[in-house]
């Protein structure tokens, strides 16, 4: 419930920022970029060397950085190393993942055994991912906030309208 209300107030503060739409759909596609690139792991401090370094809103950024949750960490890095895989038509193959695999530990001797034929197409493909992810979230964004602020200036005008009669 908690959890709720703080990301509708985080949505509040994203949709009302006082910036033109487009710089802050910029901004989080930034983030998403960041987030979804092939550095797991050190996706915060990029974050704050891009912070630090550019003038970039915060708000805007990071939530693009974490739009990258857990539960979509594994899957959009298995298909950016399946993507890698077939451009550079690696003979590299991802073990199977299953709970049996995962449990006796057979997945990751496999994926380790493999490691230095999967990496070059693991950076390759989640580069591709990330940056196609980040265009496709600055549209989304870029359109909603123009359909939201929209919608928004006739509600005002609608309101000031009545008020005055």
Not at 25 to 49: E, K, Y
């Amino acid at each position: 419930m908690t959890e709720e209300r703080g990301f509708r107030r985080y949505l509040r503060q994203l949709l009302r920022l006082d910036e033109p739409p487009e710089r802050t759909a910029r901004t989080f596609g930034l983030g998403v970029l960041v987030g979804f690139s092939p550095f797991i792991g050190f996706h915060t401090l990029i974050a704050i060397a891009v912070i630090l370094l550019f003038r970039v809103n915060r708000l805007a950024f990071l939530a693009g950085v974490y739009s990258n949750t857990p539960w979509s960490v594994a899957p959009a890095a298995a298909l950016g190393t399946g993507l890698g895989v077939f451009l550079l038509g690696s003979d590299a193959t991802l073990p199977e993942i299953s709970y049996e695999t995962l449990s006796s530990g057979r997945f990751w001797s496999e994926l380790t055994a493999d490691a230095w034929n999967l990496l070059v197409p693991f950076f390759v493909g989640n580069f591709i991912i990330s940056a196609a992810f980040s265009v496709m979230a600055y549209w989304i964004l870029k359109r909603f906030l123009l359909q939201y602020r929209a919608r928004r200036g006739r509600e005002n005008v609608g309101g000031a309208a009545n008020d005055s009669t």
